[in-house]
């Protein structure tokens, strides 16, 4: 079963306006932690925010905040103020103890975000 | 601060041919993880190295070989490359295993075998 869901594929927002994201997880472990992940047509992974499943507040970083919906399991990355920068694809993902020893991070398939001027 | 360094950025290799790439870190972090990444997906663990000196198999490592030199340093090694091995590669560190630690990622290798 898929552990990370990113359900759009492509996202197409207008110049400063805002966008959300989604990612819903499946887990059945009560400590994660969920992250969001951008990569620009450049090809590095660049870290944007990470969400800690006891964390009671929706983290926030700039013009980042990940909206957290524990029932819902669910971890939307919201961007205001859209910028041309933006433009790249995002990844969300996830590490739990049932990802093994290691923690790895667990991704989704991503969201290419276009930012139209 | 460089964080994460990768080299090569580009290698195309035949079928048979092997290579070694490699990663340093100069975050003092414990723990390094290589990755792969194909066209359209997210990435899949190869290895991790949990601290120095211990290493272990992530999703996918067959084919692959580890060596984690020192705190610094995690090299990735394809023995007898595949057409199939043909992918980006990224290294990444992290102060530890715990969920809580994000992980930071070098710039990648794209790799293709022919």
């Known amino acids: 079963a898929q552990k990370i869901t990113q359900t759009q594929p492509g996202m197409f927002v207008q110049e400063k306006e805002a966008v959300t994201l989604d990612c819903t997880y499946d887990t059945s472990d009560q400590s994660y932690g969920l992250f969001w992940y951008k990569q620009p047509s450049s090809g590095e992974m660049i870290f944007l925010i990470y969400q800690g499943s006891y964390d009671e507040q929706n983290a926030t970083e700039g013009r980042y905040s990940l909206n957290f919906q524990k029932a819902r399991k669910s971890a939307n990355l919201v961007i205001s103020a859209s910028q041309l920068g933006d433009s790249a694809m995002y990844f969300c993902?996830?590490?739990?103890?049932?990802?093994?020893?290691?923690?790895?991070?667990?991704f989704g398939s991503g969201t290419q975000l276009t930012v139209l001027p | 601060n460089a964080g994460v360094t990768q080299t090569p950025k580009f290698q195309v290799l035949k079928t048979g041919q092997s290579m070694t790439l490699q990663c340093a870190q100069d975050?003092?972090?414990?723990?390094m993880y290589w990755y792969r990444q194909d066209p359209g997906m997210g990435l899949r663990l190869i290895y991790y190295?949990?601290?120095?000196?211990?290493?272990d198999k992530g999703e996918v490592p067959n084919g692959y070989n580890v060596s984690r030199l020192n705190k610094r340093e995690f090299s990735l090694r394809l023995e007898s490359a595949a057409p199939s091995q043909t992918s980006v590669y990224f290294c990444?560190?992290?102060?530890?295993?715990?969920?809580?630690?994000?992980?930071?990622f070098g710039p990648g290798t794209r790799l293709t075998v022919t």
């Open positions: 993902a996830m590490r739990d103890p049932s990802s093994g020893s290691a923690r790895q991070l667990t």
């Open positions: 990444a560190s992290s102060e530890g295993l715990a969920a809580a630690y994000e992980q930071y």
């Open positions: 190295s949990a601290s120095e000196g211990t290493t």
């Open positions: 975050m003092n972090h414990n723990s």
